[in-house]
Every structure is written in structure tokens, then in C-alpha cells.
């Protein structure tokens, strides 16, 4: 999945996803959960590293 697709299905910009993929950005949680519902995971999955 391109960054531009996740960002459409995340109803995000493009460049939200670029600055939180480079640490340039600090998430909101409603950002995070826009996400992990984007990629079909739970958000524990999505934050746990």
C-alpha cells in the first residue's frame, strides 16, 4: 500500500503519513486509530514496537 493510498483510506494527508513514517511528527490518537482501521489491525498492533 502506497503512502498516498493509506493517507485516502485514513482520511489523512499524505503528509501526516510521511512525518509520522519519519518520526518528524507526533500522532494523535485519532489519528492512530484513523490508521490502524485503514490497515484493518487493532491499534495495539499498530503502536506496540
Request: charged share 25%; aromatic share 4%; net charge negative.
Amino acid at each position: 500500500m502506497s503512502q498516498q493510498e493509506l493517507a485516502d483510506i485514513a482520511e489523512v494527508s499524505k503528509l501526516t503519513i510521511q512525518r509520522i513514517e519519519n518520526a518528524k511528527y507526533s500522532a494523535t490518537l485519532d489519528t492512530l486509530v484513523s490508521i490502524a482501521e485503514a490497515l484493518n489491525i487493532p491499534l495495539k498492533k499498530l503502536v506496540d514496537y
